[in-house]
């Protein structure tokens, strides 16, 4: 199963939601979580991950995630060259080095990454960035290309975006 994570803040709580679905090229989502909670942190130029990854971890509490599953995040995985890591980076340590993090990222990240990849979805000029640990970064690029959806933004990771902002629970 593939899991897909975003959180998104209001004035007292953040909101994450998780869409599953068993397929890179999957149109419909096969289970959503959500779970409202209480902010931990302020928000942190650079350490990103620490406002975000205690909403993530709760969530993940309600899915029996096996090894053969595949988590993507909103964001970076990889930052730099020089092993800086980011939101899916700290989720992939979290979760034992077991489960293989995806990171889709929608705005750019000024370090140079080798192993960051920009993909062009759609008819858009503008890429998205993708990272990975625990799963090739190319064979990712790839299956990130060919998922549902003819926009930048593929359907369900859409989707996603659009139940997070949804502040009704």
Sequence with gaps: MIYAFDTYYYENFAKTVCIAFRNWDSEKED?????????????????????????????????????????????YVTLDNSGKIGLG??????????????????????????????????????????????IDVDEITIA??????SYRIPTLLKKLDQLTRDNEN
């Design 31 to 75: 289970a959503i979580y959500s779970e409202n909670m209480a902010i931990t942190s302020d928000y942190e130029s650079g350490a990103f991950y620490k406002r975000e990854l205690p909403c993530i971890l709760s969530l993940l509490k309600k899915i029996d995630l096996t090894e053969n599953d595949i988590i993507i995040v909103d964001g």
């Design 89 to 134: 980076g700290h989720l992939y340590h979290s979760l034992n080095n077991k489960i293989p993090v995806v990171g889709i990222a929608k705005n750019g990240f000024a370090a140079e990454d080798k192993k960051r990849r920009e993909i062009f979805r759609g008819e858009s000029k503008t890429p998205l960035f993708i990272t990975s640990q625990g």
């Design 144 to 149: 990130v290309e060919n998922m549902a959806g």
